[in-house]
């Protein structure tokens, strides 16, 4: 490698990056990563060789990995390249095997993985999630022992998967010592590049270094030709020559090189011989080396960048002619003009050996020469090749399908499409596997026999394509194209075929979730059930029934519903299906909830539960798993809500899926029935996992989540939260959870306007579209703002002002309770804490009213204690409140005192600065101090005397100060003049000055 000249700058932003990483996991909580972009032959690879270098030997674990230009067929390709770990030092590869090893998923990427095994989650569509949760568990491990330096290198030959994982990770990489490199050709990014939205997508982020590399100066040009060995002596017309490359070279430093190497192959040039343009002179460099060399050449620029030294030899034995030794004297040649290099990827496969072009330019310059007759019969070669070998490494297919179409073999093109539709199906990559299975579907007709060579009709392969589709993410592509499915095939054909047609169909038609979409489903799936033969019972049938019972329930028809799930689970056992009969329980514990029957609704969840343990159908053991714990929280069932929650996420974790639908809920279920159950320290671990710098859903719902503890201890994190969440709050979900925490922290600051508005904004998004019991926490927010403002109002004579707010507070009861009558499912049964929260809005409302009884949160008390230990503290500082205003102060004393100690044992700040002001304001706490500080006025204050001045400062009428300290305006007259007097001041203003200037007024 030639010594890296200029871009000292460039090198250094990079290091700086690295350096945080080294620093430790990335303080702001977000993905470090760099984008080092630039023109083709312009030193990026060069450049980011310089930091691999560097960081190697700082002890970062260095994974790099390419793109191919015809990778664009093999997902996940860099991935692949980079988990091979080459030229890691023997203690990190042995790390990095290990670490591939536990995660089987992995091993498929690697030629000699478990090629045709399938995992749990292929049957479910997870296996993406799966992957991405993979490479993401494999860089949080690794990370763990040493920061880790990951490269992907020409990434604008990316595939799908490979552009949608990068952007997965990059969201969710946020405090491991991680950082991603990329680099990309800026001139093959036109316009419509898909590449561009990763980047936009990436830019976002803040952390994001971008280094785009402009041509180099021509001094450092100087300096690079000067450099490199094979240059001519000095003198003065190599000076000249020197000169006239850097000249033409215009700062590509690749470009030089090549002008050089043809410059001293030739012997000094003139001018006017050199080549214009760089592909030009690339070939004039080709055409100097033998005919042999020439055809190797030619050869292996069809098999790609980097050649297999077998396949190569046999290619060229066949298509040219040419003999073994001929071959090997050939394959020399090319290496001592530079123009191949043995390629150490592949020498250190047991494989055997190959070679890579110098450059990839060349191969570009090369494979773009060639004669159309020539480019077809080697593709056609290869491709037989490969098809001899058979399915040996991932991607081989793929690769099979691209030299089978080049060589325009329909039939070799449309067997192999499918063949690599299945394996990137398996891969974890539907993207491709739908684009494969499609570009086999445009061929179909093309071929003779197809049905026969594809080993399955038409329509099951339309079916697979959409489903893939589906598991891409694309849900709408698949129901447009299972519609036409379902309309193209025969009601006398394929009796199986069209029953799992009709019923995806119905089933990604629930996923839209659209009232159109949804009525739409309950017909098809109708359909489906009706023409899906009754005899003999059959596993798809069952799951017709299935879906039509979920279709049932999403319209509301509830009794039927109940009576197709149950229909559906008895066929289902018939036919030995334990997945549909656990998906069918699943669908009867959620009627059962609906139908008020709690007991019998966790008893289908725990049947549901066990009977998929063991089917490897994920989704469904998880969205059982989630069902249940669920229930058990809504019914104060603790600890057993958090136990099977955590055995679910630990699953979904296991499997990589823990943001895929049911593995994000488990998460947050486990962190609310610990938030709930006082286990904060453990509470506070999982939130802090919960990234702030959010830029998906389903770390939004996370994030959001996190806001509970944060906002109840008075976390700056909640803050930090909010700009990254605020993009989320269309998200009803989103938008419901944080905005209503958002209330409950502008509460705590005291700042009622805004904890209304966020409050209001909760509530409204939970109208779907009548209330559900959900929206009573926000509105008892709510409620509490208007009960501290109509107080205030009261006490400050201002009783139109005190009337209106208690209007305002009857309004959001009414609320409550339409949520807790819970309209569109009236028989369900409210569990403890929604129990709780109705009891704290109708206390609230009382409070408004002037009529704080303690006996309304002694009410509150008993929904929430003992379980719910913060919402008990919370609750007894409100009764302690209402206990000392009715003058019950031994009791209130009581209440108080025990809530400071879970406010302590908490570490609840918020509420604890509330109870230290009841304290004082009420003379609650036996040991505060009697006096201000020594050498003030305030010394001769009383302590309470203190209090009244504070308030007296602020500019409180006597009536005000009465009813904030829980004294008689009477009393609060009397210490008035007391301070008076003992301040020797005229008069309240004078007080309050002397208090300002004792800085008593704040
Ligand atoms: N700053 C530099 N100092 C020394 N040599 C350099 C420098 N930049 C590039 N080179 C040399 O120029 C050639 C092309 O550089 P490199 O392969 O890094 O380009 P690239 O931007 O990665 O191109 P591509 O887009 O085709 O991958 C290499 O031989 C490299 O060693
Ligand atoms: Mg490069």
């Known amino acids: 490698m030639s010594t890296l000249v200029g871009r000292e700058a460039e090198l250094e932003r990079l290091l700086g990056v690295l350096d945080d990483a080294l620093d430790g996991p990335s303080a702001a909580g977000h993905t470090l990563a760099a984008l080092v972009s630039g023109d083709a032959g312009i030193g990026k690879s060069r450049l980011v060789s310089e930091v691999a270098a560097i960081a190697g030997d700082r002890g970062v674990t260095v994974l790099r990995g390419h793109c191919a230009e015809i990778g664009d067929s093999v997902p996940y390709l860099p991935f692949a390249d980079a988990l091979r770990g080459v030229r890691l030092p023997p203690a990190k590869a042995a790390a ?142 190599s000076a000249a020559i020197l000169n006239r490359i850097v000249e033409r070279a215009d700062g590509n430093p690749y470009y030089a090189e090549e002008l050089l190497a043809s410059a001293s192959a030739a012997g000094p040039l003139p001018a006017e011989l050199v080549p214009s343009g760089l592909a030009a002179l690339l070939l004039s460099r080709v055409e100097r080396v033998s005919e042999a060399a020439q055809r190797v050449l030619r050869a292996a620029a069809v098999e790609g960048r980097r050649a297999d030294d077998d396949i190569v030899r046999a290619v060229v034995r066949d298509v040219a002619d040419l003999a073994d030794p001929d071959y090997d004297a050939a394959v020399r040649e090319l290496v001592a003009n530079q123009l191949l290099v043995p390629d150490q990827v592949d020498a250190e496969r047991e494989a055997g050996a190959g070679y890579a072009f110098r450059h990839a330019l060349l191969r570009e310059a090369v494979y773009n020469d060639l004669m159309p007759g020539e480019r077809t019969r080697l593709h056609a070669r290869l491709a037989a090749l490969l098809a001899q070998r058979g399915p040996k490494t991932p991607g081989m297919a793929a690769q099979l399908a691209h030299h089978s179409l080049a060589s325009h073999d329909i039939p070799g093109a449309f067997t192999a499409s499918i063949k690599a539709g299945k394996e990137a199906a398996r891969l974890g990559a539907p993207a491709e596997a739908h684009r494969h299975y499609d570009q086999a579907l445009a061929l179909w007709d093309r071929v003779d026999d197809a049905e026969k060579l594809a080993g399955l009709p038409r329509g099951k392969l339309i079916l697979r394509s959409a489903t893939s589709a589906a598991f891409a993410g694309d849900v709408p592509r698949a129901v447009v194209t299972l519609r036409r499915l379902r309309d193209v095939l025969a009601e006398d054909g394929d009796a199986e075929l069209r029953s799992r047609t009709g019923e995806r169909l119905a089933y990604f038609l629930l996923q839209v979730d659209t009232p159109e979409a949804c009525a739409e489903a309950l017909r098809v799936a109708r359909v489906t059930v009706r023409e899906t033969p009754e005899e003999p019972p059959t596993t798809y049938r069952a799951r017709a029934m299935a879906t039509y019972a979920l279709a049932l329930m999403t319209s509301q028809g509830y009794g039927v519903a109940l009576d197709w799930a149950q229909r559906a689970q008895a066929v289902a056992t018939q036919a030995s299906a334990p997945w549909v009969e656990a998906e069918a329980l699943t669908t009867i514990g959620l009627l059962a909830v609906r139908a008020g029957q709690q007991e019998e609704a966790i008893s289908k969840f725990t049947a549901a ?70 286990q904060w320290d453990h509470a506070q671990e999982v939130a802090d996992s919960y990234a702030a710098h959010v830029t998906s859903q389903p770390e939004a ?125 009236p028989a369900v049964v409210l569990g403890p804490e929604a129990r709780g929260w109705l009891a704290r ?44 205003e009715a003058g019950r102060r031994e009791e209130a004393a009581a209440a108080w005192e025990a809530a400071i100690a879970t406010a302590d044992k908490l570490g609840a700040v918020p509420l604890r600065a509330a109870l230290d002001d009841l304290g004082r304001r009420a003379r609650l706490d036996p040991h505060a101090a009697d006096s201000g500080p020594p050498g003030s006025h305030a010394h001769a204050l009383t302590g309470r005397e203190q209090e009244v001045l504070r308030l007296v400062a602020l500019g409180k009428s006597n009536r005000e100060i009465a009813a904030e300290l829980f004294i008689a305006p009477k009393t609060a007259s009397v210490h008035v003049s007391n301070i008076l007097g003992k301040l020797g001041a005229a008069s309240r203003t004078e007080a309050a000055a002397i208090a300002h200037r004792q800085g008593l007024g704040s």
């Open 96 to 237: 990095l095997a290990e670490a591939v090893r536990k995660r089987p998923v992995l091993a498929r990427l690697l030629p000699d993985g478990s090629g045709e095994q399938d995992t749990a989650a292929d049957r479910s569509g997870l296996a993406r999630q799966q992957m991405f949760g993979a490479v993401l568990g494999l860089l949080s491990e690794l990370a763990e022992q040493a920061p880790v330096l990951l490269i992907l290198e020409d990434l604008h030959w990316a595939d799908a998967s490979t552009r949608d994982l990068l952007t997965f990770l990059s969201r969710m990489l946020h405090h491991e010592r991680v950082v991603v490199i990329i680099t990309y050709r800026t001139d093959d990014l036109h316009r419509r590049h898909p590449l561009r939205a990763v980047v936009a997508d990436l830019a976002r982020l803040s952390a994001v270094t971008l280094v785009e590399l402009t041509p180099l100066p021509p001094a450092s040009m100087t300096e690079l030709l000067s450099s490199l060995q094979n240059g001519p002596a000095p003198s003065p017309q």
């Open 841 to 884: 809005c109708q206390a609230e409302y009382q409070r408004a009213s002037g009529k704080n009884d303690p006996g309304n949160w002694q009410r509150v008390l008993a929904e929430f204690s003992p379980g719910y230990v913060y919402e008990t503290a919370r609750t007894q500082w409100r009764l302690a409140e209402a206990l000392a």
């Open 701 to 825: 719902v996370l994030s959001a989540m996190a806001l509970f503890i944060e906002v109840a201890r008075g976390n700056a994190a909640a803050d930090d939260r909010r700009a990254w969440l605020e993009p989320f709050w269309k998200d009803e979900f989103v938008a419901f959870i944080a905005r209503g925490l958002y209330a409950e922290r502008a509460l705590w600051q005291g700042d009622t306007d805004l904890a209304l508005a966020e409050a209001d904004a909760s509530i409204a998004a939970d109208n779907w579209p009548t209330h559900t019991p959900a929206v009573i926490r926000p509105t008892g927010i709510a409620l509490s703002a208007r009960a501290d403002r109509a107080v205030l109002a009261r006490a400050s004579g201002d009783d139109p002002r005190a009337a209106s707010e208690v209007a305002a507070a009857e309004r959001l009861l009414q609320i409550a309770t339409e949520g807790a009558r819970y309209p569109s499912r």
């Open 609 to 678: 539960y066990e009977k998929a343990d063991g089917t490897e159908m994920l989704s469904i053991e998880l969205r059982a798993a989630c069902h249940l714990a669920r229930e058990r929280l809504s019914r104060g069932e603790l600890a057993e809500a958090a136990r099977i929650a955590h055995i679910g996420v630990r699953r979904a974790d296991d499997e990589g899926l823990r943001l895929a639908p049911y593995g994000l809920d488990l998460q947050h279920l486990h962190f609310q029935a610990h938030y709930a159950d006082g």
